[in-house]
């Protein structure tokens, strides 16, 4: 199947998952993840309807950047060092996986410097797995009232990276949860209304993390196909 063909059944599964819980289709974002793919590969997608996509490294999102329309939105979803924070600031739509208040403050000093708000998401450890980033359930409250108080970034939601299943239904939990601690957060920032997004669910899960309340997931493998590392 082609990117195009692959992008046209996700966008299917979408609009049903969607429709099963009586949500709009339009509420979910899908971003496409490019990490590992050549520029020819996202400008089909792109040439398909796709704005949005995701990567995992800041070389790659400098190296492809200039190389493709303006209009995309690019999407920063892997561990980001605070010292490549400078290389993509300016380049960036959001940045998903804000997991240090180090980090939150060197992302708002380099946006106060370029003049620029970042939308930023506190990236969640839900299943507290050790091979994975991301705050832990506990610290995710303190972290995101940290952000929400700083200059030149927007704090727009959470986001988790789920374990490798083959089983998307053993993930249920963690979409459920990361959920729950976003509503919970959310309730208690009486001024901030706009951590309302959820960046959940990939290849193997979106459709369950559809139904639990995702308002972007990110595909790679089921857009592009398996990765090819070199
Ligand atoms: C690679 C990656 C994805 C996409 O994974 P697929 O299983 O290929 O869809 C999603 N999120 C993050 C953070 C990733 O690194």
New binding site residues.
């Given amino acids: 199947m082609s990117i195009k063909d692959n992008l046209v059944s996700v966008q299917k599964n979408i609009n049903e998952a969607c429709a099963r819980t009586g949500r709009d289709s339009s509420s979910v974002c899908l971003i496409a993840?490019s990490?590992t793919k050549p520029v020819s590969d996202l400008k089909e997608a792109y040439d398909a309807g796709c704005r949005d996509f995701?990567e995992?490294k800041v070389q790659e999102i400098m190296d492809k950047y200039d190389k493709l329309p303006s209009d995309i939105r690019w999407h920063m979803?892997?561990h980001l060092q605070t010292n490549k924070v400078k290389y993509i600031i300016d380049k960036v739509y959001m940045i998903h996986s804000v997991d240090s208040i180090k980090l939150a403050d060197v992302i708002s000093k380099e946006a106060v410097k370029h003049n620029t708000t970042v939308k930023i998401l506190i990236e969640v450890n839900v299943a507290d797995e050790e091979s994975k980033f991301g705050t832990g359930l506990s610290e995710a409250g303190l972290l995101y009232d940290h952000a929400c108080d700083l200059p030149g970034i927007e704090v727009c939601g959470f986001m988790t990276?789920a374990p490798y299943t083959v089983d998307a239904n053993t993930n249920r939990q963690y979409f459920v949860a990361l959920r729950r601690l976003s509503v919970d957060i959310i309730k208690q920032k009486k001024d901030n209304g706009n951590g309302t997004q959820l960046s959940m669910g990939?290849?193997?899960d979106y459709e369950v993390a559809i139904e639990e309340g995702s308002t972007m997931v990110?595909?790679?493998?089921?857009i592009f196909g398996a990765?090819n590392y070199i």
Avoid at 218 to 222: D, E, K, N, S
């Fill in positions: 993840v990490k995701g995992n979803i892997g990276v990939m290849t193997g990110r595909v790679g493998t089921g990765r």
